[in-house]
């Protein structure tokens, strides 16, 4: 079952910040970020384990509710450099594999 | 990091044809992964491709169609078999090798015509 992303697109200007969620109705076991720009493969952002931990890459950080069995990807003072389609992918506990399932995909424009 | 290539990064070929896409990692990794992007669609999984034994295949997808290769724990091929247009998408291979962290390969453009 697929996760959900919200939102599906959004238009941010240069320095803004801006929140990609990602829900799913079956328990995770990790939660992978992604960006992957037009026409290239998906670029590894980070990855949270269950235990509600968050994490940073400079700045995009996110974290990881497992209660709420969702995740959530901060991107502050965007650059130009972070447009893209952003991609959750879940690996569900008790999978047996580290198959990743992704979302839809959150479609970033930032603008100066 | 790990290092995967993968090859052709793109064809056009023609309907009813076949293609293999090769996908080679620098290191020893149990299970490699073949995943499909449509236009503007997100990464659907294909199948696993487990050295040793025969590809479990995702639902909608079938070994006739899609048959996968896994000769040794660092090579994979995917065959896209009697193309159609419909099967024009990004492929990509990926592999977990530290359990955590997938890695993907450039992708392959196919274009059917």
């Known amino acids: 079952q697929q996760p959900v992303q919200s939102p599906q697109a959004v238009i941010l200007r240069e320095g803004e910040d801006a929140v990609i969620n990602c829900s799913s109705s079956?328990?995770?076991?990790?939660v992978h970020w992604y960006r992957q720009k037009h026409g290239e493969a998906p670029v590894f952002l980070m990855i949270?384990?269950?235990?509600?931990e968050q994490k940073g890459h400079e700045k995009i950080s996110a974290s990881f509710n497992e209660k709420k069995q969702q995740s959530s990807l901060y991107l502050t003072a965007s650059q130009l450099s972070y447009s893209g389609t952003y991609f959750c992918?879940?690996?569900?506990?008790?999978?047996?594999?580290?198959?990743?399932?992704f979302g839809k995909g959150t479609k970033l424009s930032v603008i100066p | 990091s790990a290092v995967i290539s993968q090859k052709p990064s793109r064809d056009i070929c023609q309907r009813g044809t076949s293609l293999t896409i090769q996908c080679q990692v620098d290191s020893q990794v149990t299970m490699m992964f073949w995943y499909r992007q449509q236009p503007g669609q997100s990464l659907t999984l294909i199948a696993t491709?487990?050295?040793?034994?025969?590809?479990?295949?995702e639902s909608g997808f079938v070994i006739d169609k899609f048959p996968i290769s896994r000769p040794n724990l660092t090579f994979s091929t995917l065959t896209v078999s009697n193309m159609s247009p419909e099967d024009s998408s990004i492929y990509l291979c990926s592999f977990v090798p530290l359990g955590q962290e997938t890695f993907f390969g450039q992708g392959t453009r196919l274009t059917v015509v």
């Open positions: 992918g879940t690996v569900y506990s008790g999978a047996g594999s580290y198959q990743l399932t």
């Open positions: 491709a487990n050295q040793g034994s025969e590809a479990t295949y």
């Open positions: 079956k328990a995770l076991y990790s």
């Open positions: 949270l384990l269950k235990g509600g």
